[in-house]
């Protein structure tokens, strides 16, 4: 069975480089996919041989992980994928057959997997010096924090370097409330902000969060677009917060924080403008803004390097991870002096913050993101593929909303479009469909019924076509 797999992938193959071939051998030009969902659209041709895989197999590294792994883990598709390497905007399994990553590795391949200069900047500071910390001098975590504070705007120019995501935001509501000197934090229903004793507090998805105490945290109302009380009325949202401080707060917090689109909860767009009154109530009830980049930094929303300014406004603490490190265990906090120095009262220390190879990668992150202008690329690429999205949406009640900028987009399902009924077992069947035509995708929203499409910065048009059109072939038939 694994030969005659491995002959269909070879073939596959050969016809793909002999598209490719055809097109002028050109790797940027684009076949067409199939316009008639009667036929499975094809992956657009890449240049690429995988390595022979002759590791464990998928049940027997599957059996281990139940026997050695924490039962809190879980998997996509009903049998799991073995996933063995990866190239750019693609993952192969273990048969070596390819898949088009439209989800990065849970939106934190930002240049593409194993991208050259990346790795060579990891490899070439391995050889030197593994590891060292901040007790030490290192050239590569000063310039990888004067290279990213270059990318912010305002008096951002003090960089705390932590592990990821959750780290990043359980400093950054520290240094709220030392700063401040209040307790209270808000945050907004239906975000995802890490799964910490502290972070998840701040989360507000009932699908992640044990039954533990929250400490002084409160949720406002969502200002989301599609399925918010209020619509798109950035005004009254930011009205109810305000009811919210006066009437649930000492009347002064520590700080408020936010995803500009939200991410786990479904590439949710925040109401136009609603950072921006927001911000101004915040600041007048003693509390720091904190935005959270964790996914939507680094240009993925195409308009903007960073997902905040697609708001207009200037936070006080912005907090990432995931992106920038294309795949490394990195994340970071950027402040103000102001701010920073309240961590100076005690010793504030990370052993990993700014670990030699992290830093190094780090930085190449940023150059390859500057050098391949990807901001651009996202922006033109993503308006391409929310256009066909939303024209697909003509032809499909299923289809609820398409949401998000950028190479940061949403496809809510839905069984009513009027009631907004989420569409849960036919989302579990397209995934699965999607999967066995070659597309890995996201899945998010309370309910799990929205594709979260957020692939690696380098996807093409010619990927976006694809992705449409196996989703077109997908729902006609179901």
């Not at 987009?409 to 036919?426: H, S, Y």
Request: proline share 5%; hydrophobic share 40%; with cysteine.
């Amino acid at each position: 069975m694994y030969m005659r797999r491995s002959l269909c992938e070879k073939g596959l193959r050969a016809k793909e480089r002999l598209q490719s071939f055809l097109c002028n051998g050109s790797r940027s030009f684009a076949v067409p996919a199939s316009s008639s969902p009667e036929s499975p659209p094809i992956l657009p041709p890449f240049d690429y041989e995988p390595r022979p895989y002759n590791g464990m197999s998928a049940d027997e590294i599957f059996q281990k992980r139940k026997s050695f792994l924490g039962p809190s883990l879980f998997h996509y598709y009903q049998k799991p994928l073995n996933i063995v390497e990866g190239k750019m905007q693609y993952l192969f399994d273990d048969s070596g057959r390819r898949y088009l990553d439209a989800f990065a590795g849970i939106v934190t391949v930002s240049c593409g997997h194993c991208h050259p200069d990346i790795v060579n900047a990891v490899v070439e500071q391995t050889k030197l010096l593994q590891h060292t910390t901040t007790i030490y001098l290192h050239h590569a975590i000063v310039e990888f924090a004067e290279a990213l504070a270059s990318k912010m705007p305002g008096n951002l120019k003090v960089v705390y370097f932590v592990n990821s995501g959750t780290e990043a935001n359980e400093l950054a509501m520290m240094m709220a409330r030392l700063y401040s000197g209040n307790l209270s934090m808000i945050a907004l229903r239906n975000a995802y902000h890490g799964g910490s004793a502290g972070t998840i507090g701040l989360t507000a998805l009932n699908t992640w969060k044990y039954p533990l105490p929250q400490g002084e945290i409160h949720h406002v109302v969502n200002p989301d677009p599609y399925r918010g009380v209020f619509g798109s009325d950035a005004a009254l949202y930011a009205k109810e917060l305000q009811d919210h401080i006066d009437y649930g707060t000492p009347g002064k917090i520590a700080g408020f924080i936010a995803e500009t689109i939200q991410g786990v909860g479904g590439a949710v767009e925040l109401a136009p403008g609603y950072l921006k009154l927001v911000y101004d109530i915040v600041r007048k009830a003693g509390g720091v803004c904190i935005a959270d980049e964790v996914q939507s930094g680094f240009g993925r929303t195409g308009s903007h390097y960073w997902g905040f300014e697609t708001q207009g406004v200037i936070p006080d603490i912005v907090t990432m991870a995931k992106g920038i490190g294309n795949g490394l265990p990195l994340g970071a906090v950027v402040t103000t002096p102001e701010i920073a120095q309240v961590m100076a009262q005690k010793i504030q220390f990370n052993t990993f913050g700014g670990n030699p190879v992290c830093s190094a990668g780090g930085l190449a992150v940023l150059k390859v993101l500057d050098k391949e202008k990807r901001q651009i690329h996202c922006a033109d690429v993503g308006s391409h593929l929310i256009e066909r999205l939303r024209s697909l949406q003509k032809n499909h009640e299923i289809i609820g909303d398409v949401r998000g900028q950028g190479l940061m987009v949403g496809i809510e399902l839905v069984t009513d479009r009027e009631k907004k009924t989420p569409a849960k077992v036919e989302t579990g069947v397209l995934f699965e469909k999607l999967k066995d035509l070659g597309v890995l995708v996201g899945k998010g929203g309370l309910h799990g019924n929205v594709f979260r499409i957020k692939p690696p910065m380098c996807f093409t048009k010619a990927d976006a076509d694809f992705l449409v059109d196996a989703l077109d072939y997908a729902i006609s038939g179901m």
